[in-house]
């Protein structure tokens, strides 16, 4: 019978077929990988981090300021050229803290059963930067080729001022107010006390030697 015959011969061939598109489905992606003309690009990273130091921080975060300035930098480069002219919209900000590590074993006096006084040290500028991220150059004039090296003196000098006005703004004084707002309460409910601050003395200087 023509019509048996035409399907035996048939069914294997569509096999074969069906078994062929499953294999592709298979290995379609891998072989996608190692096609030269593949628009997705393979990346591979490789670290090799290398732990250099452990260091303790017992400096507690109290106050940060936030500024935003605009900066003019000149700098005279060649007598008989314009003064090179960098300007910026900086933004940065500095951060008060107290260094517990400081805190001494004789800082600490118990009066009676009520009376905890708390020696702490003096307050501090921990860091002060510029956040580049939030701060660009609005214009460079007359670099002469310098514009690079003008553009990073101009961010040094920046950096500077924040500290200057983060200082001049009274963050010292700041982030011993908040020490006081934070620490007593915190103290007075670890002792159960009361908890009077204040501030550690200062060693006096070495006099001259007779």
Partial sequence: MP??????RLVPLLFLLALGWFLWRKVSSSLSD???????PR??????????KIEGLGKMELVRY??????????ST???????????????EAVGCLDLRQVKATDVVFEGDSLVRVALPKPELC????????SKVYSVENGFWQDAELVDESYK?????????????????QTQRNAEQILRPMLETMTGRRVVLTQQLEAPAAGPRQ
């Fill in 127 to 134: 860091t002060w930067r510029v956040d580049h991220g939030r």
């Fill in 66 to 75: 936030q500024f935003k300035d605009i900066v003019e930098y000149k700098k």
């Fill in 78 to 92: 060649y007598r008989f050229l314009p003064d090179a002219k960098v300007a910026l919209i900086v933004a940065g």
């Fill in 43 to 52: 990346v591979t990273v490789s670290h090799n981090t290398v732990l250099e």
């Fill in 3 to 8: 019509l048996v015959r035409l399907l035996r």
């Fill in 157 to 173: 000098y920046a950096e500077a001022n924040v500290r200057r006005a983060a200082l001049q703004s009274g963050i010292l004084a």
């Fill in 34 to 40: 190692l096609n030269p003309l593949n628009p997705t």
